[in-house]
């Protein structure tokens, strides 16, 4: 065999075994999800899960096998390598190190992923990325996928302490991006490498953290929070139904006031309408509303936040002030006062949002497809 036909077996190769099929992909409708997720999809979509949805892992069985989480190394020139976590390879400590982590019922091989290493390769050149594979796992039931977060954050937190040693790459350098369950995962890492390096992960950003079952979280241990890392940046598109509702970093953004986005389909309706006409009839509900969408379209408004992210990496388009213009209140008027006299609080959504100063909220809008970012109209 030709040196150049062996790359390209051992590339099929790796691209076909390194994660389980996920459902993230475009191709793959909302129908081919096995049925008892569709329905709890629906029902987080009408808001209609008991606020005490399961959050005791105590009783869950996980699947858990050698295996099931696998780390690896990507850099600029296509290939990449899976880490052997014992013994993770070199790093070159020059180069800038960025940790991403998918969500539930993805993988890293969604169109999502690939796209945002490749604008990060596009922006810094041969930059060093780790990319968490714990598909096994998150595709999968909630109970599942849930209740293996705390335990896959926790090895990534083993390996980048592993590797600060081994290559001299302090963890305050390092940047974890993460959605959904993966941005929550970014909080036990940030966790683990405190309780294991004794110092925080530089940068954490969550793209809209998984809500559901975090959202009844009082014990921040249980959740990211603000502590996780020195500067943790949320960016929230879909709180309240699928994210996470509230503030829970050190800058937390609000594009479009962060539950809907536009240019995202209402799903929610054609559930209601469908609701209307089928009562009492799940199957027919969803046969009638979202079966024939790709999941990341009927999660549009919770995928947002990733192509948001990835427009960001090269663009400093995303304007944003703290202004609450989502509400009313004497102090959001106040707030749109200062503004006028060019006195309100701005910063810059994505990868170049600054180091912390001040723990706040910023709001933005945004254009309704791609370019989505609108610079100083959008703040
Ligand atoms: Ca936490």
């Given at each position: 065999m030709s040196k150049l036909v062996s790359f390209i077996v051992l590339c099929t190769a790796l691209n076909s075994v390194t994660a389980k099929d996920s459902y993230c992909y475009g191709n793959i409708t909302f129908g081919n999800i096995p049925f008892t997720i569709q329905e709890l999809i629906a029902d987080v979509l009408l808001k209609?899960?008991?606020?005490?949805?399961f959050t005791d892992c105590s009783n869950v069985n996980i699947p858990i096998a050698n295996d099931s989480i696998k780390f690896y190394f990507f850099n600029s020139t296509s290939s990449y390598v899976r880490i052997d976590s014992d013994n993770p390879p070199q790093l070159d400590p020059s180069k800038r190190l960025i940790i991403l982590a998918h969500g539930w019922l993805?993988?890293?091989?969604?169109s999502y992923f690939p796209d945002l290493r490749q604008a990060y390769f596009k922006r810094y050149g041969d930059c060093n990325i780790i990319g968490v594979d714990w598909s096994d796992l998150s595709v999968n039931v909630w109970s599942i996928a849930y209740c293996s977060v705390p335990i896959v954050g926790a090895k990534l937190g083993d390996l980048l302490c592993k590797i600060a040693s081994t290559s001299g790459i302090p963890v305050e350098s390092m940047h974890m991006v993460g959605h959904s369950m993966g941005g929550q995962m970014a909080g036990f890492t940030g966790q683990r490498v405190q309780t294991q390096c004794?110092?925080?992960?530089g940068n954490i950003t969550a793209l809209d953290p998984g809500g559901i079952s975090y959202q009844v979280q009082l014990d921040e241990s249980k959740r990211l929070d603000k502590g996780d890392g020195i500067a943790v940046q949320v960016i929230h598109t879909n709180a309240g139904i699928l994210g996470y509702e509230g503030n829970c970093g050190t800058t937390d953004f609000y594009p479009n006031c962060g539950t809907i986005q536009p240019g995202c389909l209402d799903v929610i309706q054609a559930l209601k309408n469908a609701a209307l006409l089928w009562p009492n009839n799940p199957q027919a509900i969803l046969n009638n509303s979202l079966?024939?969408?790709p999941l990341t379209e009927v999660l549009c408004d919770h995928f947002r936040s990733i192509v948001y992210f990835i427009e960001s990496v090269n663009s400093k388009q995303f304007k944003a002030i703290d202004c609450k213009k989502c509400t009313s209140t004497i102090l959001d008027s106040l707030c749109l006062l200062a503004q006028a006299l060019n006195l309100a609080d701005y910063t810059i959504m994505g990868e170049d949002c600054p180091p912390v100063n001040e723990e706040d909220a910023y709001f933005l809008t945004t254009n309704?497809?791609?370019?989505?970012a609108k610079g100083d109209a959008g703040a």
């Open positions: 209609s899960i008991p606020a005490t949805f993805c993988s890293m091989n969604d004794g110092s925080k992960i079966v024939n969408l309704s497809k791609s370019p989505f």
